[in-house]
């Protein structure tokens, strides 16, 4: 958990930070950032480009990942094992890749990774629901997490990444209480959301255990929040959803 970079990885991290894009991070998963770092990731994979796998054009101005992230960052959780959640563009069945990391006075340390047959990518929303393998992170921490789809696996340099941040922090009592007295689910994300705590209204309105019908407008009003223009916002809307336990 605590490894830090060889010279060559440093290397490539400083040149992916003049880029803006940490792709290093991909090839070096132990890789520690630099504490100052301050570019902040953007949610999305950079241009349009795919993994060569599209039978027709990209929908213009859709990149071919895109976390369910809010755009300002970072998103803020109470939860301590949030969901994770994020669209992938084309349909080819590759091999991803998903990490997180949490900040320390040193930089970025790696602390989960789920990666290998366990994560295949899916055309559509992928959901990562909270599990118990999933470590417990730490209110008022601040993490980044990841997600990179193998392109190919002798060329690494041209893998997709996409990355966002989120902060966890502690739930006030007042919320804590509201939600106590609350059975709705379309409600309690509300409580979330007028809190906002982006992560624990995403883990309600893409839970596994939920009728898709019960909070579909909970999910088109996130899905509303992701979108940058009015391509993304209809792949994103009429897209499936899909669950995976690691």
Not at 71 to 76: A, H, I, L, M, T
Not at 140 to 148: A, F, I, T
Not at 152 to 173: H, M, R, T, Y
Request: glycine share 6%.
């Amino acid at each position: 958990m605590h490894d830090t970079c060889a010279h060559s990885g440093r290397s490539r991290r400083m040149s992916w930070l003049i880029l803006g894009t940490l792709v290093g991070l991909g090839l070096f998963p132990s890789i520690a950032w630099s504490a100052d770092d301050k570019a902040p990731p953007s949610g999305r994979s950079t241009g349009t480009r795919g993994c060569g796998s599209m039978t027709m054009p990209a929908p213009a101005g859709v990149p071919a990942l895109i976390l369910l992230a809010p755009n300002q960052q970072p998103g803020k959780t109470a939860s301590l094992r949030p969901t994770f959640a994020w669209f992938v563009r084309d349909a080819a069945g590759l091999p991803m890749e998903f990490r997180l990391y949490e900040q320390t006075a040193t930089g970025f340390q790696l602390v989960q990774e789920i990666k290998g047959d366990r994560l295949k990518s899916t055309p559509g929303i992928m959901v990562l629901p909270p599990d118990h393998t999933m470590p417990e992170l730490t209110p008022g921490k601040n993490y980044r997490w990841q997600v990179e789809l193998i392109c190919n696996p002798d060329s690494p340099s041209g893998n997709l990444f996409a990355e966002s941040e989120l902060q966890v922090v502690a739930i006030q009592p007042h919320l804590k209480s509201q939600l106590r007295q609350q059975r709705d689910r379309a409600k309690q994300a509300q409580l979330y959301a007028q809190a906002n705590l982006w992560y624990d209204s995403l883990s309600v309105a893409f839970s596994p255990r939920t009728d898709l019908t019960e909070l579909k407008d909970l999910q088109l009003s996130l899905l509303n929040k992701v979108a940058l223009n009015p391509s993304e916002r209809a792949l994103l809307q009429n897209s499936r959803v899909y669950w995976f336990t690691p």
